[in-house]
């Protein structure tokens, strides 16, 4: 069971952030994620209503099109789910997303390569301070967000919850 409220509170409060700033409103809780590559945008939803909206995601090198290979810096396309929480991340707090599905490892296995894995929603790299972000596109295929908006995310976001990445 993970308690998303206090965790997050916690690690805003070491990390200097405002609490306030990083706890849900009573009752809202998400029950889907919407993700825009092209628009560099995130929508988190309630009963069919969007409550949330972050701008300016960050993705892979290579953040056209669909992942394929571990290693080809692209941020997978689809509907997964944000199977797990990891609040001991190389980055601040990171969402788990179920990359690879079925049809991913069948092909890459198909073309004798690996899918890849290890795709996450997650902060910025752990000492950087609390309101900066790295520039530009960084990451090996995840999204990433600021430490703030991650947080409020994670406040939000159940185990279990479907994540649907439009290109």
């Excluded at 916690?10 to 609490?19: S, T």
């Excluded at 049809?103 to 929603?121: C, E, K, M, N, V």
Aim: aromatic share 10%; net charge neutral; hydrophobic share 35%.
């Amino acid at each position: 069971m993970r308690f998303l409220a206090p965790l997050s509170l916690l690690l805003a409060v070491l990390a200097g952030a405002p609490a306030s700033a990083q706890q849900a409103r009573a009752g809202e809780k998400a029950d889907l994620v919407v993700v825009d590559k092209s628009e560099r945008t995130l929508w988190v939803y309630q009963d069919g209503k969007a409550i949330r909206t972050y701008r300016g995601l960050q993705f892979g090198d290579a953040p056209q099109g669909h992942k394929r290979f571990q290693g080809d810096e692209k941020t997978p396309e689809g509907r997964y789910t944000l199977d797990y929480a990891n609040p001991q991340s190389s980055y601040y707090l990171s969402l788990h997303v179920s990359y690879p599905n079925a049809q991913d490892r069948a092909y890459a296995r198909a073309r004798g390569r690996s899918p890849g894995g290890d795709i996450f929603l997650h902060g910025q790299p752990n000492g950087m301070p609390f309101d900066e972000r790295v520039e530009g596109d960084w990451t090996d295929g995840c999204i990433a967000l600021s430490n703030r908006e991650i947080a409020e995310i994670w406040s939000l976001v159940p185990d279990g919850t479907p994540i649907h990445i439009r290109p």
